[in-house]
């Protein structure tokens, strides 16, 4: 494993998920939480907390970078997007679980199985086109 390249893409498929996460579902996905307000804790609470989002993109990041580094980085960006594509698809079972247990509304669990597919396709793509072996030729 060529561990420069894999800390850069960890970082960068990181960066990009945090980004994504903070843009997807707290500003975008924001109105459709609100219609269950209380399954969320409040603002004042949720500092509390933080480091804990910061932890599980963290998690999420560096463990998607080593599936994608294994599997799928000699493909380039499009195989690092399919295997992301499909790593989104079993996370979204996760999604369904959450929706069949708690009182979420469509929107929210279709929002959220829509930001996982594109999050987690993208960030593939990232990674498989940072961690991509370089081809050496022969004289």
Sequence with gaps: MNW?????A?????VFMFLFGWLWWGTLMHGVHMEVPALFRTQADFGTYFPWLVFGHIVMAFF????V?????GGGAGAGARLGFMLGLVYSGADFITYAVQPLTTKMLCGWILGDLIMFAIAGAIIAAIYKPTLTTTP
């Design 64 to 67: 998607l970078t080593m599936v």
């Design 4 to 8: 420069k390249k894999f800390f850069i």
């Design 69 to 73: 580094a294994r599997y799928a980085a």
């Design 10 to 14: 960890f970082i960068a498929s990181f």
